[in-house]
């Protein structure tokens, strides 16, 4: 499994690394450098696409000045816009700037107002302008950037994440709409969002060499299951097997006329591995009086006459309030 961590845990994890490896902050950004530019050297492998690498002057900038010219030494055609988006850039960024130049490699800086390049005249567009640590939607010329972007006939790539997209909530300003995504060692909570899912049609996970015994001090509440920690639970099963010894599955569900649902969760468990699986109508569990309820209750809040709350959690009986687990269990009394 790998763990999902709120950003500011990822920064945390960053600046454990660095001081328990030990290892300078503009090495580990060499490293994952050159995760993604060998990442996406196999993305595009056969082909030879013309690249802009497009970054702001911060640490997401810096990971594309030192992709870029990782792509140069691999003999890729790699050109370089850098937003003039903060006041200031970073030590890394700055760093990676003058690498750049020393390898003569050609940038041009675009400030606000001026005309926007002409995307189209590339087959991809590397995108490190935001990082994760964005907290507010991305406004006036450097949106008119984004909108821009995506708009253009290049396939778009991001370096960690899409920029404009939270790390950890959904998004509420524009987003680059990538083709794929590589995420630093861990994915982050936003590519699980629905909401999301418009502005990142591929993603993938590489290690950076983050070091692991951070998340022995930290709290970790989410997962992302792979399919090798599948693999390890499933009991392999012997052909003669009686299904008896594969366990038994009661799904309880599907009111009249709704059976999908129910339907749906026996072909999944018998997909899944299970010996046997009874399906069994809620009719059969529930007292006629309490199904009459849950409609009576669905049908008010339709019309508006009552909350859901209300009508799902109370019943007036006798100048009694009976909440709806309270009803479900006398009913149930023998």
Same mark, same amino acid.
């Given at each position: 499994?790998?763990?999902?961590?709120?950003?500011?845990?990822?920064?945390?994890?960053?600046?454990?690394?660095?001081?328990?490896? +030990?290892?300078?902050?503009?090495?580990?950004?060499?490293?994952?450098?050159?995760? /993604?530019?060998?990442?996406?050297?196999? &993305?595009?492998?056969?082909?030879?696409?013309?690249?802009?690498?497009?970054?702001?002057?911060?640490?997401?900038?810096? #990971?594309?000045?030192?992709?870029?010219?990782?792509?140069?030494?691999?003999?890729?055609?790699?050109?370089?816009?850098?937003?003039?988006?903060?006041?200031?850039?970073?030590?890394?960024?700055?760093?990676?700037?003058?690498?750049?130049?020393?390898?003569?490699?050609?940038? &041009?800086?675009?400030?606000?107002?001026?005309?926007?390049?002409?995307?189209?005249?590339? #087959?991809?567009?590397?995108?490190?302008?935001?990082?994760?640590?964005?907290?507010?939607?991305?406004?006036?010329?450097?949106? =008119?950037?984004?909108?821009?972007?995506? =708009?253009?006939?290049?396939?778009?790539?991001?370096?960690?994440?899409?920029?404009?997209? /939270?790390?950890?909530?959904?998004?509420?300003?524009?987003?680059? @709409?990538?083709?794929?995504?590589?995420?630093?060692?861990?994915?982050?909570?936003?590519?699980?969002? +629905?909401?999301?899912?418009?502005?990142?049609?591929?993603?993938? @996970?590489?290690?950076?060499?983050?070091? $692991?015994?951070?998340? =022995?001090? @930290?709290?970790?509440?989410?997962? /992302?299951?792979?399919?090798?920690?599948?693999?390890?639970?499933?009991?392999?099963?012997?052909?003669?097997?009686?299904?008896?010894?594969?366990?038994?599955?009661?799904?309880?569900?599907?009111?009249?006329?709704?059976? $999908?649902?129910?339907?749906?969760?026996?072909?999944?468990?018998?997909?899944? $591995?299970? $010996?046997?699986?009874?399906?069994?109508?809620?009719?059969?569990?529930? +007292?006629?009086?309490?199904?009459?309820? @849950?409609?009576?209750?669905?049908?008010?809040?339709?019309?508006?006459?009552?909350?859901?709350?209300?009508?799902?959690?109370?019943?007036?009986?006798?100048?009694? #309030?009976?909440?709806?687990?309270?009803?479900?269990?006398?009913?149930? &009394?023998?």
């Amino acid at each position: 499994m790998l763990p999902i961590l709120p950003v500011n845990k990822i920064q945390e994890w960053d600046s454990f690394t660095i001081k328990n490896e +030990p290892i300078k902050s503009i090495d580990l950004m060499e490293r994952a450098s050159s995760v /993604y530019a060998n990442w996406l050297s196999l &993305q595009i492998e056969g082909t030879n696409p013309k690249i802009l690498v497009v970054a702001s002057k911060g640490n997401n900038g810096g #990971d594309g000045l030192a992709v870029a010219r990782l792509l140069n030494d691999k003999a890729y055609d790699v050109s370089i816009v850098i937003a003039d988006i903060q006041p200031k850039s970073s030590k890394d960024f700055d760093i990676n700037l003058q690498k750049i130049e020393q390898k003569r490699i050609g940038y &041009q800086t675009l400030k606000s107002g001026d005309t926007l390049p002409n995307f189209d005249d590339y #087959d991809l567009i590397i995108d490190c302008l935001f990082g994760s640590g964005l907290t507010r939607p991305i406004e006036g010329y450097w949106e =008119n950037l984004v909108v821009a972007i995506n =708009n253009s006939k290049a396939k778009v790539f991001s370096i960690d994440m899409p920029s404009g997209m /939270y790390a950890d909530r959904r998004s509420d300003g524009k987003v680059i @709409v990538c083709d794929n995504c590589l995420s630093f060692e861990i994915p982050k909570l936003a590519f699980l969002m +629905p909401e999301n899912s418009n502005y990142i049609k591929n993603w993938d @996970v590489k290690s950076i060499g983050l070091d $692991g015994k951070y998340l =022995n001090k @930290v709290e970790v509440k989410n997962y /992302y299951i792979c399919k090798n920690d599948i693999k390890k639970i499933i009991k392999p099963k012997n052909k003669f097997d009686h299904k008896g010894k594969n366990g038994h599955a009661l799904i309880v569900g599907g009111s009249k006329g709704m059976a $999908g649902a129910a339907v749906l969760s026996s072909k999944a468990a018998m997909r899944s $591995g299970v $010996g046997l699986v009874t399906d069994k109508n809620y009719a059969e569990f529930i +007292p006629k009086s309490v199904q009459d309820l @849950v409609t009576q209750a669905e049908k008010d809040v339709v019309e508006g006459k009552v909350t859901v709350p209300t009508a799902i959690g109370e019943e007036k009986e006798a100048g009694k #309030d009976k909440t709806g687990l309270e009803i479900l269990r006398d009913s149930l &009394q023998p």
